[in-house]
């Protein structure tokens, strides 16, 4: 396969806040003002408490929610709308039903102006990277969860995007494949170095996966604490140094998770 373009962008939110009104006319703060740099080519992970205004910020970068105030930017433009620039995967994978699995990932490019053998080779070159290359010709149904998520981190990296966003893709999974899923991730990650902001609520998957962790406080959301992880890859997870900086992020959102659940932070205990 020719080697692409492999560009990547910063993000950038300045005094990004959200607020929502409900369905009785009352406001609900999702996210304080927040601000937040994110050099090309970073892995980024975002913990916090459920509710802390994470989706909310991942979605306002994706262009599909406006902030109630700040600013929002990938690569110093605006963000003013969804763009094929920003790749997203959610939780609940979003594959056509009716789309073969090569479908689905050569779908996104067709806005390239590639021809059909081009997108072809792109996503059969995805697809083996994220082993389902024999599966080219099955649809969606016929594929376990795991496999549906991999289709999905498939499509997102094909369209060569700036910036991935990555909404507790994981989350679902079983854990074995979850660790599958992880590895594979890291595996394009390191070969592309895209910009990449993962939402995750596991510590553990924050740690092995990111060189950089934010913890963000209970809501309305704001950024607490920012970590860096300068640790190899592959990530051992029982070496003291995992298990170290494991603790130090827990120490950080405990007492975030207590304002959450209405205990005191020492009635929290961290693996």
Request: hydrophobic share 40%; glycine share 6%.
């Amino acid at each position: 396969m020719t080697r692409r373009d492999q560009h990547s962008k910063s993000i950038e939110v300045v005094d990004l806040g959200m607020t929502f009104r409900s369905d009785d006319g009352t406001s609900v703060k999702a996210l304080a003002p927040t601000t937040l740099e994110i050099q090309p080519g970073q892995f980024v992970a975002i913990v916090g408490p459920s509710g802390c205004g994470k989706s909310t910020l991942l979605n306002v970068l994706a262009g599909f929610l406006s902030p109630s105030e700040g600013t929002a930017s990938i690569g110093k433009e605006a963000v003013s709308g969804p763009s094929i620039d920003h790749g997203v995967v959610f939780q609940d994978y979003a594959l056509f039903p009716w789309l073969t699995v090569l479908d689905n990932v050569t779908f996104g490019l067709k806005s390239k102006g590639l021809s059909r053998s081009e997108r072809n080779e792109i996503a059969m070159h995805f697809l083996d990277v994220v082993s389902l290359r024999d599966f080219a010709d099955k649809r969606p149904r016929e594929l376990s969860g795991g496999m549906k998520q991999r289709v999905a981190i498939a499509r997102t990296f094909a369209t060569n995007p700036s910036v991935i966003l990555m909404d507790e893709p994981f989350g679902a999974l079983d854990a074995l494949t979850r660790r599958f899923l992880q590895q594979q991730l890291l595996k394009i990650w390191s070969e592309s170095r895209k910009t990449v902001l993962f939402i995750t609520h596991s510590v553990q998957e924050a740690v092995f996966l990111a060189d950089r962790i934010i913890v963000m406080t209970a809501r309305p959301g704001r950024i607490k604490s920012d970590f860096q992880i300068e640790l190899d890859h592959p990530r051992d997870f029982s070496s003291d140094a995992f298990r170290k900086i494991e603790k130090m992020v827990f120490d950080s959102l405990d007492e975030e998770l207590a304002k959450t659940f209405g205990l005191a932070p020492n009635q929290l205990q961290s693996d």
